[in-house]
């Protein structure tokens, strides 16, 4: 038998067991509510059963731990153990994991660690898969604000188990100036010269990154200075014949020269992003990774 499920070695800076318990109680009161009617109408409660995770399609699996304190939740004497290591890879048929204790406790915890489980899985493994196509141009794959309500640390969690990167968790860790900033401050110079203001009142570093639209953006911003990194939008486009052109991106990172970090976004995925990260950029970002989750297919199947 596998060692029993424990906490992971280290968790993610953002996110910690109470936090996490915290929101599970949440997500439980939500589902059961006052009961679980089905399960307390057909099972009786002194029966036991265990249960098999079984990954139905290849992937990464993400989110062990969290389903391990959802069921420790419902039932602390509740005992989940699993083959896999949250990040791992899977193919489809692998069991990996098991849980064993009171059938109407793995009933109602059921749903909602195997929502979870999906959801986390699905964001890991479109990262894996986008990590590993621009892996060799050295290319960093970023995450956005463009998750899921209430789970975003979970959404965040996930990509960085599929090897991405987490960018800025929200409003509050980065100076992101984007162009209706821009355009309410007056002026890109005006957005940059206030941001200045701002991050000098703080009582700590904070990275600041501006937009640019076009060349002559980036040609304004590279006069002013004093950004950490330029957020290159759309500068790779999509023709009418269905070709990319990602000439205009080659040239903005040509003319940037390392001064500032780059990230490009806009129409990227899979079928897009090597040619993307050959033009030298930094930086990926790609919402798709957490606001289009595909959930990765598994399921939980119960013995007596």
């Known amino acids: 038998m596998p060692a029993e499920a424990t906490s992971p070695a280290t968790w993610p800076p953002y996110l ?43 992937g ?65 493994t479109a990262t894996h898969r986008l990590v590993e196509r621009v892996r060799p141009y050295g290319t960093k794959v970023l995450d956005t604000r463009k998750t899921a309500p209430g789970l975003r640390l979970l959404d965040k969690w996930a990509v960085r188990l599929g090897g991405g990167v987490n960018h800025r968790l929200g409003l509050y860790d980065m100076i992101l100036i984007k162009d209706n900033h821009i355009a309410a401050a007056g002026g890109i110079r005006e957005a940059i010269e206030a941001a200045h203001r701002y991050r000098a009142q703080r009582p700590h570093p904070i990275p600041i990154e501006i937009e640019a639209h076009s060349l002559e953006d980036v040609d304004a911003i590279l006069a002013i200075g004093g950004v950490d990194w330029i957020l290159l939008d759309n500068f790779a486009q999509r023709l009418p014949d269905g070709t990319l052109n990602v000439a205009p991106l080659r040239e903005a990172v040509q003319r940037i020269n390392g001064r500032f970090y780059t990230e490009a976004s806009g129409n990227i995925s899979l079928e897009t992003a090597e040619a993307i990260a050959a033009t030298g950029v930094d930086a990926i970002s790609c919402g798709a990774l957490t606001h289009s989750v595909q959930a990765l297919d598994l399921s939980l199947e119960l013995t007596l």
Do not use: C
């Not at 265990?50 to 290849?58: D, E, I, M, V």
């Not at 098991?98 to 489980?117: D, F």
């Open 60 to 124: 990464i699996i993400a989110g062990l731990q969290v389903a391990t304190r959802i069921f420790q939740q419902v039932d602390p004497n509740v005992r989940v153990y699993w083959h896999q290591a949250d990040g791992s890879p899977v193919t489809a048929g692998t069991i990996f994991g098991t849980v064993e204790g009171a059938a109407q406790s793995l009933l109602m915890a059921e749903r909602l660690a195997l929502n979870l489980l999906q959801r986390m899985s699905g964001i890991a």
């Open 16 to 58: 910690d067991e109470s936090t996490l318990d915290t929101l599970i109680q949440q997500w439980l009161a939500e589902d059961i509510g006052s009961g679980d009617v089905t399960t307390e109408a057909t099972v009786p409660p002194e029966r036991q059963a265990r249960g098999l995770f079984l990954a139905k399609a290849g």
